[in-house]
């Protein structure tokens, strides 16, 4: 019988079946390029957007100062920041000050320490709770709203017709937004934990039988001004936080509907994150200023 060709010749290799190459861990060569380029991308956002709320921080302090007010723009202003946003301000700090306070007496009384709670639950509140809720309360209900409306009004061409009148836009709509938020935020800040220690009170008190004298007696105690000043002082840097971003979202608008969406958006949720990102940042500063407590 005749043998295959393999056979009649053993010293002829067969040949050998075509292999995958071996994929190698990681990322590859155009992977990485990709990741990276992404990376790039996204810190030279980050630096054009930063420039670019810089610029026009310097813009507003420039306009304030050398061009009059137009005081009839900030009454307007701080109608809708401030007036109509003391029910939500409001809402946000007392039941912040009673839940806040009642989680704390459900562990306090289980060590015997109830009348502990009232300067806890005042410090907390002045110093964290009630400016940084408040700002994120104001940066949802003013910030995405002025974004909207600003970029309303690029999208329609009427802050192209201010500046075909001869007005200067940041002097007309922006320095009056800007000064009502930062006016505002401290009072609002104030009204807001007010309201939330003495809704801290009315739970401890009367709902869950702790000695008012000695609640109140700890809390004045262990309250300090500089506990009210930390508070106002990180209420005002939250509201220019507020104003300068929500304004910048506003004016740089992309075209269209969707532009108008966009920025919206991205001015409540901006704002949001810098505050909470500062506020971790001031809480140190201020204490260093504030030193003792």
Known sequence: MA???????????????ASLPCRREGLSSPD????????????????????????????????????????RQLLRQLLFVGARSQAVVLVTGGFTGAVFTAQILFKFQALGMSSA???????????????VLCA????????????????????????????ALAVYPTQY????????????????????????????YLVAVPLMEVQGT????????????????????????FGLII??????????????AEGVGIATTQAMVHS?????????FFSFLLNSLFPGG
């Open 32 to 71: 990485l390029k990709a990741v990276l380029t992404k990376l790039g991308a996204m810190t030279l956002s980050l630096f054009r957007e930063t420039g670019g709320v810089c610029f026009l921080l310097y813009d507003i302090l420039r306009t304030l100062f050398t061009t009059p007010l137009r005081c």
């Open 136 to 163: 994120l309360m104001v940066a949802g209900r003013v910030g995405s709203a002025m974004a909207a409306e600003l970029s309303t009004m690029k999208l329609t061409e009427q802050i192209d017709a201010l500046r």
């Open 173 to 200: 709509l922006v320095v009056p937004r800007f000064l009502a938020l930062v006016f505002s935020m401290p009072l609002l800040v104030a009204m807001g934990s007010a309201l939330g220690i003495l809704a801290g």
């Open 243 to 256: 104003a300068v971003v929500s304004i910048h979202k506003g004016l740089t608008a992309s075209r269209g």
């Open 272 to 280: 949001s994150i810098i505050v909470l990102i500062s506020n971790f």
């Open 117 to 131: 709670a009232g300067p806890v639950s005042s410090v907390a509140i002045l110093r964290e709770l009630g400016p």
């Open 3 to 17: 043998k295959s060709g393999t056979e009649r010749n053993p010293g002829i290799a067969r040949p050998r079946s």
């Open 214 to 237: 000695y609640y109140i007696h700890n809390m004045l105690r262990w309250t300090e001004l500089k506990d009210i000043w930390i508070g106002l002082v990180k209420a005002f840097c």
